[in-house]
């Protein structure tokens, strides 16, 4: 996967800091999920509740993508890394200092860390500009693996609520962040060949362009899939299996580092055998877990394993649009990013809701999952019905670029 000529093009230590920045910012995006066992039964919280509070990090975070990728192009990805990092960690902190009291207070919070869910804007063009057409899906779905930040939410916020308390976590997660920080600041570099900045209108043409729906509707699929879950497991392994809070965070983690660290070589299956084909295959079977994880299994192992495959699915699939993106948007990538990464978070904040509205009317989380997987074979068919047309017209759109295509 890595040959050579990957490690002699681009600069590993813009695309390093890149990784570790976007991870850390991811781990504290869906921070309320593995502390929602405790958040709950502090505040009293029904399922519909419990599902808004996980599912509110994710809708702040996808708006906001938008903002970030207009702000790459204008300032850089690097200036508006830092601008967002220190957000994060001065409201890290502040709600800390001053304590969270009810829940209005733990939704006001999930806003404020929707900003470090913006990352995603801003650590993929960070790492893309630095890298040549042939390596992008490898170097976005390395760049993209942050996204196994919420696995280490997962792994380690139970663990550190039981000893310490959930409200001093919030304060505790401002420290790695620091040291990302830190490190983003020393080694990260502007790619020398950014783009000029262009007007909000010049941005907004792109939605003008029906690809672009296209690539924004694919990744609401398998992003939102991904994210929507990893927001949602802990409170689901608690509230289906009767499993710990540390326990469900465990499982939650195993579920999303499968589906963080298969991400780049989905970019890399993409590279060499075309993003549609990849996404076909990913989509199918994704729809397949969902519908095999909506009939409430009987053993919380079973679960696991369903989810993990689920999780993998997904996250090859999110590797696998950031190989097309670029091909077909490389001068607009930073807004590109920024509208794709709106609409995956907006169906992150679809599924996680819709999954706590599920358990709260019938109580089970079986509709939910079924409603998701329809929308997996809906992409499919949409992939199907628009591909002819991308094999057709996108290599000319390239060759004015010099970009091969490979779809």
Not at 52 to 68: D, E, K, N, S, T
Not at 117 to 143: K, N, T
Not at 240 to 245: H, I, Q, S, T, V
Request: proline share 5%; aromatic share 12%; hydrophobic share 55%.
């Amino acid at each position: 996967m890595f040959d050579r000529s990957f490690l002699k093009a681009g600069h590993a230590p813009t695309l390093l800091s890149a990784f570790l920045y976007f991870d850390l910012s991811f781990m504290v995006w869906v921070l309320l999920g593995p502390l929602g066992v405790a958040i709950a039964k502090d505040f009293h919280l029904d399922p519909a509740q419990k599902g808004l509070m996980v599912a509110i990090p994710v809708l702040a975070g996808a708006l906001l993508r938008l903002v970030a990728g207009i702000a790459v192009d204008h300032i850089g990805p690097k200036k508006t890394g830092l601008i967002g990092q220190i957000i994060v960690m001065g409201g890290l902190l502040t709600a800390w200092r001053l304590g969270i009291h009810n829940y209005n207070q733990v939704l006001a919070l999930g806003m404020v860390l929707g900003v470090a869910g913006a990352s995603f804007a801003v650590a993929l063009p960070l790492a893309s500009r630095w890298y040549p057409p042939e390596h992008q899906g490898l170097a976005l779905g390395i760049a993209g693996a942050g996204n196994s930040g919420t696995a280490l939410a997962a792994l380690f916020a139970p663990t550190l609520a039981q000893h310490f308390g959930w409200q001093n976590v919030i304060g505790l997660v401002a420290l790695p962040l620091a040291v990302a920080f830190v490190v983003y600041l020393v080694f990260a570099k502007d790619a020398p060949n950014r783009p000029p900045a262009k007007s909000l209108s010049e941005y907004m043409s792109v939605l003008k362009t029906g690809d672009a729906w296209w690539l924004m509707a694919l990744y609401g699929v398998t992003f939102g899939g991904f994210v929507g879950l990893s927001s949602s497991l802990t409170i689901y392994f608690n509230a289906e299996y009767g499993l710990p809070a540390i326990k469900a965070g465990l499982f939650t983690s195993a579920c999303v580092f499968a589906g963080s660290f298969i991400r780049p070589v989905g970019g890399a299956i993409a590279d060499r055998f075309g993003g549609v084909r990849a996404l076909t295959v990913v989509y199918v079977l994704a729809a397949l877990g969902l519908v095999t994880a909506s009939f409430q299994l009987p053993h919380a192992w079973m679960a696991l394993a369903v989810i993990m495959f689920i999780m993998m699915a997904l996250g090859a699939g999110n590797g696998a649009v950031f190989q097309l993106a670029p091909q077909r948007f490389g001068k607009e990538i930073g807004v590109v990013t920024g509208l794709v990464g709106m609409t995956g978070g907006i169906g992150g904040f679809y599924l996680a809701s819709s999954l706590g509205w599920a358990k709260q009317v019938t109580g089970s989380y079986q509709s939910g999952l079924l409603v998701f997987a329809g929308l997996a074979l809906l992409a499919v068919l949409g992939l199907t019905g628009v591909k002819t047309r991308w094999r057709r017209t996108w290599p000319a759109l390239a060759a004015s670029r010099a970009v091969p295509v490979r779809l």
